[in-house]
Protein backbone atom coordinates (compact mmCIF):
# COMPACT_ATOMS: atom_id res chain seq x y z
CA UNK A 1 0.00 0.00 0.00
CA UNK A 2 0.96 3.42 -0.69
CA UNK A 3 -0.36 6.55 1.26
CA UNK A 4 -1.56 10.12 -0.88
CA UNK A 5 1.82 11.44 -1.09
CA UNK A 6 3.38 9.04 -2.94
CA UNK A 7 2.95 7.27 -6.62
CA UNK A 8 3.90 4.31 -8.13
CA UNK A 9 5.40 4.49 -12.07
CA UNK A 10 5.33 1.16 -13.91
CA UNK A 11 7.31 1.85 -17.04
CA UNK A 12 6.62 -0.20 -20.22
CA UNK A 13 9.60 -2.85 -20.19
CA UNK A 14 10.33 -2.50 -24.10
CA UNK A 15 10.76 1.51 -23.80
CA UNK A 16 12.02 1.83 -20.55
CA UNK A 17 14.43 0.91 -17.89
CA UNK A 18 13.71 1.05 -14.53
CA UNK A 19 16.95 1.97 -12.85
CA UNK A 20 17.57 4.46 -15.99
CA UNK A 21 14.51 5.39 -15.05
CA UNK A 22 15.24 5.88 -11.06
CA UNK A 23 18.94 7.54 -11.96
CA UNK A 24 17.11 9.98 -13.90
CA UNK A 25 14.68 11.53 -11.93
CA UNK A 26 17.15 11.92 -8.72
CA UNK A 27 19.65 13.75 -10.89
CA UNK A 28 20.26 17.12 -9.94
CA UNK A 29 18.42 18.48 -13.06
CA UNK A 30 15.48 16.85 -13.02
CA UNK A 31 15.49 17.68 -9.34
CA UNK A 32 15.60 21.26 -10.20
CA UNK A 33 13.12 20.84 -12.48
CA UNK A 34 10.28 19.39 -10.24
CA UNK A 35 11.45 22.64 -8.21
CA UNK A 36 10.87 25.00 -11.00
CA UNK A 37 7.52 23.22 -11.77
CA UNK A 38 6.44 23.58 -8.06
CA UNK A 39 7.77 27.32 -7.44
CA UNK A 40 4.35 29.48 -6.77
CA UNK A 41 2.44 26.48 -5.59
CA UNK A 42 0.41 26.40 -2.12
CA UNK A 43 1.04 23.10 -1.94
CA UNK A 44 4.59 21.47 -2.78
CA UNK A 45 3.12 18.41 -4.68
CA UNK A 46 3.33 17.13 -8.65
CA UNK A 47 -0.12 16.68 -9.74
CA UNK A 48 -0.24 13.27 -11.83
CA UNK A 49 -0.39 15.11 -15.38
CA UNK A 50 2.74 16.64 -14.79
CA UNK A 51 4.18 13.88 -13.80
CA UNK A 52 3.26 11.96 -17.15
CA UNK A 53 4.27 15.20 -18.79
CA UNK A 54 8.12 14.74 -18.20
CA UNK A 55 10.58 14.30 -20.90
CA UNK A 56 13.25 12.05 -20.19
CA UNK A 57 16.56 11.63 -22.85
CA UNK A 58 15.47 9.58 -25.78
CA UNK A 59 18.02 5.99 -25.42
CA UNK A 60 17.46 2.90 -27.38
CA UNK A 61 16.81 0.46 -24.23
CA UNK A 62 19.83 -1.36 -24.44
CA UNK A 63 21.80 1.87 -23.70
CA UNK A 64 19.32 2.59 -20.73
CA UNK A 65 20.34 -1.32 -19.18
CA UNK A 66 24.45 -0.40 -19.84
CA UNK A 67 24.32 3.16 -18.52
CA UNK A 68 22.39 1.97 -15.34
CA UNK A 69 24.48 -1.23 -15.12
CA UNK A 70 27.54 0.92 -15.03
CA UNK A 71 25.91 3.71 -12.65
CA UNK A 72 24.96 0.55 -10.19
CA UNK A 73 29.04 0.06 -10.40
CA UNK A 74 29.74 3.54 -9.45
CA UNK A 75 27.22 3.95 -6.51
CA UNK A 76 28.17 0.76 -5.05
CA UNK A 77 32.15 1.33 -5.97
CA UNK A 78 32.45 -1.89 -7.91
CA UNK A 79 34.93 -2.04 -10.85
CA UNK A 80 33.13 0.26 -13.74
CA UNK A 81 36.28 -0.15 -16.37
CA UNK A 82 34.89 -3.42 -17.80
CA UNK A 83 31.46 -2.06 -18.78
CA UNK A 84 31.28 -1.18 -22.38
CA UNK A 85 29.47 1.92 -22.91
CA UNK A 86 27.93 3.27 -25.93
CA UNK A 87 30.85 5.12 -27.96
CA UNK A 88 28.75 8.77 -27.51
CA UNK A 89 28.84 7.89 -23.75
CA UNK A 90 32.77 6.81 -23.03
CA UNK A 91 33.47 10.33 -22.05
CA UNK A 92 31.92 9.29 -18.70
CA UNK A 93 34.51 6.83 -17.69
CA UNK A 94 37.20 9.53 -17.84
CA UNK A 95 34.23 11.84 -15.75
CA UNK A 96 34.41 9.04 -12.91
CA UNK A 97 37.68 8.40 -12.64
CA UNK A 98 38.25 11.76 -12.49
CA UNK A 99 35.65 12.30 -9.22
CA UNK A 100 37.24 8.95 -8.19
CA UNK A 101 40.87 10.91 -7.76
CA UNK A 102 39.32 14.29 -6.67
CA UNK A 103 37.24 12.20 -3.75
CA UNK A 104 40.10 10.38 -3.02
CA UNK A 105 42.12 13.46 -2.35
CA UNK A 106 39.13 14.96 -0.26
CA UNK A 107 39.22 12.26 2.02
CA UNK A 108 43.22 12.55 2.27
CA UNK A 109 42.29 16.43 3.31
CA UNK A 110 40.05 14.48 5.73
CA UNK A 111 42.09 12.48 7.56
CA UNK A 112 45.29 14.88 7.83
CA UNK A 113 42.85 17.34 9.59
CA UNK A 114 41.64 13.95 11.64
CA UNK A 115 45.11 13.11 12.67
CA UNK A 116 46.34 16.12 13.22
CA UNK A 117 43.56 16.53 15.61
CA UNK A 118 44.07 13.37 17.44
CA UNK A 119 47.86 13.97 17.47
CA UNK A 120 47.04 17.70 19.33
CA UNK A 121 45.63 15.90 21.59
CA UNK A 122 47.98 13.12 22.61
CA UNK A 123 50.30 16.24 23.32
CA UNK A 124 47.66 17.82 26.25
CA UNK A 125 48.34 14.60 28.34
CA UNK A 126 52.02 14.76 27.54
CA UNK A 127 52.11 18.22 28.92
CA UNK A 128 50.27 17.18 31.91
CA UNK A 129 52.24 14.65 33.23
CA UNK A 130 55.69 16.46 32.06
CA UNK A 131 54.21 19.49 34.43
CA UNK A 132 53.03 16.90 37.24
CA UNK A 133 56.39 15.06 36.98
CA UNK A 134 58.45 18.62 37.20
CA UNK A 135 56.78 19.78 40.48
CA UNK A 136 59.17 20.18 43.54
CA UNK A 137 56.85 21.74 46.14
CA UNK A 138 54.90 18.45 45.79
CA UNK A 139 52.81 16.15 48.32
CA UNK A 140 50.14 13.85 47.92
CA UNK A 141 46.53 13.52 49.01
CA UNK A 142 43.64 11.60 48.25
CA UNK A 143 40.91 12.53 46.34
CA UNK A 144 38.25 12.69 49.34
CA UNK A 145 40.57 15.17 51.39
CA UNK A 146 41.05 17.81 48.50
CA UNK A 147 36.66 17.85 47.97
CA UNK A 148 34.22 19.90 50.38
CA UNK A 149 31.71 17.03 48.79
CA UNK A 150 31.66 13.84 46.95
CA UNK A 151 27.96 13.38 45.45
CA UNK A 152 27.14 10.65 43.51
CA UNK A 153 23.90 10.41 41.14
CA UNK A 154 20.82 8.70 42.05
CA UNK A 155 20.12 5.32 40.92
CA UNK A 156 17.34 5.35 39.63
CA UNK A 157 16.54 6.17 35.69
CA UNK A 158 15.59 10.18 35.64
CA UNK A 159 11.75 10.62 34.39
CA UNK A 160 12.46 12.42 31.38
CA UNK A 161 10.02 15.23 29.60
CA UNK A 162 9.68 17.29 26.30
CA UNK A 163 10.60 20.28 28.25
CA UNK A 164 12.26 21.50 31.32
CA UNK A 165 15.84 20.97 32.64
CA UNK A 166 18.69 19.14 31.72
CA UNK A 167 20.36 16.29 33.29
CA UNK A 168 23.44 15.23 32.59
CA UNK A 169 24.38 11.97 31.49
CA UNK A 170 27.34 10.35 30.36
CA UNK A 171 27.12 11.32 26.54
CA UNK A 172 27.24 14.75 27.60
CA UNK A 173 30.89 14.50 29.18
CA UNK A 174 33.84 15.10 27.12
CA UNK A 175 37.53 15.16 27.92
CA UNK A 176 37.30 18.37 29.91
CA UNK A 177 34.35 20.04 29.32
CA UNK A 178 30.56 19.87 29.82
CA UNK A 179 28.09 19.98 26.28
CA UNK A 180 23.82 20.49 27.45
CA UNK A 181 22.69 20.99 24.02
CA UNK A 182 21.52 17.48 23.64
CA UNK A 183 21.06 16.41 27.12
CA UNK A 184 17.87 14.87 28.52
CA UNK A 185 15.21 17.32 30.46
CA UNK A 186 13.13 16.81 33.18
CA UNK A 187 10.51 18.83 34.92
CA UNK A 188 11.14 21.14 38.16
CA UNK A 189 9.97 18.65 40.28
CA UNK A 190 12.26 15.58 39.29
CA UNK A 191 14.84 18.29 39.24
CA UNK A 192 14.60 18.72 42.46
CA UNK A 193 14.60 15.19 43.63
CA UNK A 194 17.37 14.43 41.92
CA UNK A 195 20.02 17.61 43.12
CA UNK A 196 18.70 17.37 47.04
CA UNK A 197 21.92 16.09 47.95
CA UNK A 198 23.27 19.37 46.16
CA UNK A 199 22.92 21.48 42.93
CA UNK A 200 25.65 21.49 40.42
CA UNK A 201 27.88 24.96 40.57
CA UNK A 202 30.26 27.11 39.13
CA UNK A 203 33.91 24.82 39.22
CA UNK A 204 32.29 21.63 40.24
CA UNK A 205 33.98 18.67 38.09
CA UNK A 206 31.46 16.26 36.65
CA UNK A 207 33.18 12.71 36.35
CA UNK A 208 32.19 9.64 34.71
CA UNK A 209 32.58 6.99 36.59
CA UNK A 210 30.40 4.04 34.80
CA UNK A 211 30.02 2.69 31.27
CA UNK A 212 32.43 3.11 27.99
CA UNK A 213 33.46 6.97 28.73
CA UNK A 214 34.64 6.57 32.17
CA UNK A 215 37.46 8.77 33.58
CA UNK A 216 35.93 11.39 31.77
CA UNK A 217 35.50 14.75 33.14
CA UNK A 218 34.21 18.43 32.46
CA UNK A 219 34.21 21.44 34.72
CA UNK A 220 30.71 23.83 35.17
CA UNK A 221 30.53 26.69 34.16
CA UNK A 222 28.59 30.02 35.28
CA UNK A 223 25.11 29.57 35.06
CA UNK A 224 25.08 26.02 34.08
CA UNK A 225 21.72 24.50 35.25
CA UNK A 226 21.20 20.68 35.38
CA UNK A 227 20.81 17.47 37.48
CA UNK A 228 22.75 14.49 37.72
CA UNK A 229 21.79 11.57 35.50
CA UNK A 230 23.01 7.66 35.72
CA UNK A 231 26.68 6.92 35.52
CA UNK A 232 27.97 10.52 36.96
CA UNK A 233 28.87 12.20 39.98
CA UNK A 234 29.95 15.48 41.22
CA UNK A 235 33.41 16.93 42.85
CA UNK A 236 33.50 20.28 44.77
CA UNK A 237 37.04 20.66 45.41
CA UNK A 238 38.04 22.53 48.20
CA UNK A 239 39.63 25.64 46.33
CA UNK A 240 41.61 26.50 49.72
CA UNK A 241 43.74 23.39 48.94
CA UNK A 242 43.28 23.06 44.93
CA UNK A 243 41.89 25.17 41.99
CA UNK A 244 38.81 23.28 40.37
CA UNK A 245 40.99 23.48 36.65
CA UNK A 246 44.34 21.78 38.38
CA UNK A 247 42.09 18.62 39.71
CA UNK A 248 40.35 18.68 36.53
CA UNK A 249 43.69 18.76 34.15
CA UNK A 250 45.20 16.14 36.61
CA UNK A 251 42.28 13.75 36.74
CA UNK A 252 42.17 13.57 32.89
CA UNK A 253 46.30 13.12 33.02
CA UNK A 254 47.47 9.47 32.04
CA UNK A 255 48.88 9.64 35.30
CA UNK A 256 45.67 8.90 37.03
CA UNK A 257 44.07 7.53 33.91
CA UNK A 258 46.03 4.88 33.63
CA UNK A 259 47.77 4.30 36.68
CA UNK A 260 44.83 4.63 39.17
CA UNK A 261 41.31 4.28 36.87
CA UNK A 262 41.97 1.81 34.65
CA UNK A 263 43.60 -0.77 37.64
CA UNK A 264 40.52 -0.11 40.09
CA UNK A 265 37.82 -0.50 37.05
CA UNK A 266 35.38 -3.31 38.21
CA UNK A 267 33.38 -5.06 35.20
CA UNK A 268 33.97 -5.82 31.74
CA UNK A 269 30.49 -5.50 30.21
CA UNK A 270 30.13 -2.52 31.95
CA UNK A 271 33.22 -0.78 33.63
CA UNK A 272 32.78 1.34 36.48
CA UNK A 273 34.07 2.47 39.28
CA UNK A 274 34.03 2.17 42.80
CA UNK A 275 33.19 5.17 44.45
CA UNK A 276 35.36 4.21 48.19
CA UNK A 277 38.31 3.62 45.08
CA UNK A 278 37.99 6.55 43.72
CA UNK A 279 37.89 8.74 46.72
CA UNK A 280 41.39 7.23 47.55
CA UNK A 281 42.49 7.86 44.48
CA UNK A 282 46.39 9.50 45.23
CA UNK A 283 46.77 13.57 43.40
CA UNK A 284 49.91 15.91 43.71
CA UNK A 285 48.81 18.92 45.40
CA UNK A 286 51.58 21.83 45.51
CA UNK A 287 51.09 24.92 46.49
CA UNK A 288 47.87 28.05 44.80
CA UNK A 289 50.88 29.60 43.72
CA UNK A 290 52.26 26.72 41.33
CA UNK A 291 48.75 24.99 40.68
CA UNK A 292 48.09 28.63 39.11
CA UNK A 293 51.05 28.25 36.83
CA UNK A 294 50.16 24.98 35.64
CA UNK A 295 46.82 25.70 34.83
CA UNK A 296 47.18 28.78 32.97
CA UNK A 297 49.93 26.53 30.70
CA UNK A 298 48.04 23.64 30.17
CA UNK A 299 44.84 26.68 29.14
CA UNK A 300 47.01 27.61 26.34
CA UNK A 301 47.28 24.72 25.26
CA UNK A 302 43.99 23.90 25.52
CA UNK A 303 42.85 26.77 23.58
CA UNK A 304 44.78 25.42 21.10
CA UNK A 305 43.46 21.89 20.73
CA UNK A 306 39.71 23.79 20.62
CA UNK A 307 40.84 26.17 17.96
CA UNK A 308 42.12 22.88 15.93
CA UNK A 309 38.92 20.76 16.64
CA UNK A 310 36.81 24.03 15.62
CA UNK A 311 39.03 24.01 12.15
CA UNK A 312 38.47 20.52 12.19
CA UNK A 313 34.81 20.73 12.27
CA UNK A 314 34.84 24.03 9.83
CA UNK A 315 36.76 21.66 7.46
CA UNK A 316 34.81 18.72 7.68
CA UNK A 317 31.51 20.74 6.56
CA UNK A 318 33.82 22.36 3.78
CA UNK A 319 34.90 18.97 2.28
CA UNK A 320 31.21 17.62 2.92
CA UNK A 321 30.16 20.57 0.55
CA UNK A 322 32.78 19.87 -1.91
CA UNK A 323 31.68 16.78 -3.47
CA UNK A 324 28.39 17.25 -4.43
CA UNK A 325 30.30 20.50 -6.07
CA UNK A 326 32.67 18.15 -8.35
CA UNK A 327 29.80 16.21 -8.98
CA UNK A 328 27.90 18.82 -10.91
CA UNK A 329 31.12 20.57 -12.36
CA UNK A 330 31.93 16.78 -13.62
CA UNK A 331 28.60 16.04 -15.16
CA UNK A 332 28.30 19.66 -16.68
CA UNK A 333 31.83 19.21 -18.30
CA UNK A 334 33.56 21.41 -16.15
CA UNK A 335 36.72 19.45 -15.39
Not at 325 to 333: C, E, H, V
Amino acid sequence: NVNQHVSIIRPKQDLLESRFLMYWLNARQTQELIEEIQKGATRQALTKRQIQNFRLPAAPIEHQKVVADFLDAVRTKEDFRSIILPSYLEHIKAIVARIEMLTGKVEEARGLRETAVVETAALMGSATTEFLSSIKDRHEMTLEDTCISIIDCLHSNPRYSDEGIPTLRSPDVGWGTLDLTNARKTDEEEYQRRTRRGEPQKDDIIFVREGGGVGKAGIVLNNQKFSLGQRVMMLRPDQTIIFPRFLLYQLLSPMVYHDQILSRLKGSASPHLNIKALRKFILIVPSLKTQKEIVEQLDVISSKIDALNNLQTFTQSELDALLPSILDKAFKGGL
